[in-house]
């Protein structure tokens, strides 16, 4: 390349003067190392432990699980909203679950049928 070219200035071609150098960081005060991202914090925030009361016995359980009694406790009171969050977990938490079971294996007829489609494709 010659020089004209190298100091030509457009569309993706900056002027010489105001490129990075070689080796120079275009966010120099960037993230810093170390930090973490709102899922991360969240996961940790709630798995720690904490102390709670139930009945007479002092208990030590994350705060996920504190947070899960006190939702149910409060649904079995008769609180609708808590009530209507709790089966909206159960529905999406166990759906996935009863998905997967209720998936017959395939019978030695079915097993048939798909390889006789599958040569017939295959022969097209």
């Known amino acids: 390349m010659s020089e004209q070219e190298d100091d030509k200035v457009g569309y993706r071609k900056p002027p010489a003067g105001t490129r990075f150098k070689p080796g120079q960081s275009g966010n ?4 810093p190392k170390g930090s973490v991202n709102l899922k991360t914090d969240l996961r940790s925030e709630l ?3 904490i102390r709670i009361r139930e009945g007479e016995r002092s208990l030590k359980v994350s705060k996920q699980r504190a947070m899960l009694k006190a939702l149910v406790a409060k649904a079995l009171k008769g609180d609708a909203r808590a009530a209507n969050v709790v089966l909206t977990l159960v529905g999406r938490l166990f759906e996935a ?12 007829d079915d097993q048939a049928i798909l390889e006789r489609f ?7």
């Open 97 to 108: 679950e009863a998905v997967a079971e209720q998936v017959p294996a395939l019978t030695s």
């Open 47 to 49: 798995s720690e432990k």
């Open 118 to 124: 599958l040569a017939r494709r295959l022969a097209e």
């Open 28 to 31: 120099p005060n960037g993230r």
